[in-house]
Every structure is written in structure tokens, then in C-alpha cells.
């Protein structure tokens, strides 16, 4: 996995389709649902780690450019 949409396509083989309209609270929400089917051992680790670390760089990012003055 190396983006987001890697991200969304690999929940997506689990049935798992997330969009809420804000993209903060929806890459939470994959967040979320990827520590569900880790903790039920339905995902590898390396996969699991892997996308836990692009969704929280990307969170981050996003929280740095709401926060930067105009």
C-alpha cells in the first residue's frame, strides 16, 4: 500500500466502503474499521502498520493545513 486509495481499495475487499463528506472523519473512520479486522486477525500486521501510517500522515497533514492563518 502506498496511498490512500490503496488503502480504500484494500477495505473494499472486506466490503468495507467509508465516506462521511469530510475527509478528516472518514480516514478516522478507516482507521477505525482497519484496528477492527486487525484485532479480529482478518489482516496481516505488516498491512495493518503499513496503512495505520499512511492514514495518520495523512490526518496529520491535513490537521496542519486547517491550522496554518490564510
Known sequence: MKSIYDI????K????IIY????IA???LMEEELKDLY??????TKDFQTALLLLRHEIRM?????????
Open 62 to 70: 491535513l490537521k496542519e493545513e486547517g491550522s496554518t492563518p490564510s
Open 39 to 44: 484485532q479480529s486477525q482478518l489482516i496481516e
Open 26 to 28: 472518514t480516514l478516522e
Open 13 to 16: 475487499r472486506f466490503g468495507t
Open 20 to 23: 462521511v463528506g469530510d475527509r
Open 8 to 11: 480504500q481499495q484494500f477495505l
